[in-house]
């Protein structure tokens, strides 16, 4: 990996100011006009299944040796995003207790553009994602490794808390976001669900200790590089949900859940909903935890607690990122829907 005075001289690569997008421009043809008058150069625009979505315009920036990750917000919630991941990635690398991992995370070069645009390291490594789906016969391989840092992270940056005590952070905040964000559930039948969910998750977690420290908040296989004989993880980027004093555990069950679904091809809502109508997490889930030591009916009184608080966590970083999400009838059938009718249930609301 490029250390930060090599990476810091390839900021002659960013153009000395960003001229507000015209809609309507391919995504290369922005990314150049970006970068225009920065000499020769190669870009590729990141593609990522849920574009339409997107709030960002992601593209590599190549010269010479030196490669770069360009994020450029296309709207205000991508403004939000690039402006949280700057923060989120300064902070980690002020953090003396990840001295180990150092190369493991991207690095911001210079500082935040004019329109909110982050220049930050390119990680070596493949997509724990792309490894899944190439190897059909295999796909538990990438768990071993991606769940053995989250136990590493967790030891070096974590301590128990009563999770009562960091509700406002970990649920109220998530719960004023997701409810800001999905209009459809601010009156009637639907408000009702909602506050059955915030019910929910005030009974999971009461009495329950959960580890506080460095949390991803998006850990998924599409964010984790691996390479190497035997597999190990070379980098995790996308930090624009991370923090110092998260949840840790959502980031394993997170990362579990995803696989089911990219697996399986059942929607996460369901899933969710599955184990939550269950009242345990799935044998199958809990041999995929263990390597990072992480017992989902440690310390908590109800299973359900980390499954309930991952989703909650996923929904919300997805409306924050882009509005278009908490008006999608699509998403919303499929990953919030099931969740909020199980707890209407749960609270008698439903038959």
């Known amino acids: 990996m490029k250390t930060p005075a090599t990476m810091s001289s390839l900021s002659g690569l960013l153009p000395l100011y960003f001229p507000r997008a015209l809609a309507g421009l391919d995504d290369r043809l922005r990314a150049h006009w970006l970068v225009r008058g920065a000499g020769p150069r190669d870009i590729t625009v990141v593609r990522r299944p849920s574009l339409p979505k997107a709030g960002l315009l992601v593209f590599e920036l190549r010269r010479g040796a030196g490669s770069l990750v360009v994020k450029h917000p296309?709207?205000?919630?991508?403004?939000?995003?690039t402006a949280r991941e700057w923060e989120v990635l300064k902070e980690l690398d002020a953090d003396s207790r990840l001295?180990?991992?150092?190369?493991?995370?991207?690095?911001v070069v210079g500082s935040r553009g004019p329109e909110g645009t982050v220049a930050q390291t390119r990680l070596p490594g493949v997509p724990a994602e792309r490894l899944i789906l190439d190897s059909p016969d295999d796909p538990y391989a990438v768990v071993a490794p991606a769940m053995k840092l989250l136990a590493d992270l967790r030891a070096a940056t974590g301590r128990r808390r009563k999770a009562a005590d960091r509700a406002p952070a970990w649920c109220e905040a998530q719960l004023?976001?997701?409810?800001?964000?999905?209009?459809?559930?601010?009156?009637?039948?639907?408000?009702?669900?909602f506050e059955a969910l915030r019910r929910r998750l005030d009974a999971a977690l009461?009495?329950?200790?959960?580890?506080?420290?460095w949390t991803h908040g998006d850990y998924h296989a599409g964010n984790v590089l691996l390479g190497g004989v035997p597999l190990r993880v070379t980098g995790v980027f996308d930090w624009s949900s991370g923090r110092a004093d998260g949840p840790c555990e959502i980031d394993a069950y997170t990362f579990v859940l995803a696989l089911r679904s990219t697996l399986t091809g059942r929607p996460l809502g369901g899933l969710v909903a599955e184990?939550?109508?269950?009242g345990r997490v799935a044998d199958a889930d809990r041999a995929l935890l263990a390597p990072t030591g992480l017992d989902p009916d440690h310390g908590v009184?109800?299973?359900?607690?980390?499954?309930?608080?991952?989703?909650?966590?996923?929904?919300t970083n997805n409306v924050c990122k882009s509005p278009r999400?908490?008006?999608?009838y699509g998403w919303?059938?499929?990953t919030v829907a099931p969740v909020l009718d199980e707890c209407a249930r749960w609270a008698g609301a439903r038959p």
């Open 74 to 81: 296309r709207n205000e919630a991508g403004v939000a995003v």
């Open 99 to 107: 001295a180990p991992w150092r190369d493991l995370l991207p690095r």
């Open 176 to 193: 004023r976001a997701l409810s800001a964000g999905i209009p459809r559930y601010r009156s009637g039948r639907r408000a009702a669900e």
């Open 206 to 213: 009461a009495g329950a200790e959960l580890t506080e420290g």
């Open 275 to 278: 184990t939550l109508s269950a």
């Open 301 to 315: 009184a109800d299973p359900v607690a980390i499954p309930l608080l991952s989703w909650l966590w996923h929904v």
């Open 325 to 328: 999400f908490g008006h999608s």
């Open 332 to 334: 919303l059938a499929h």
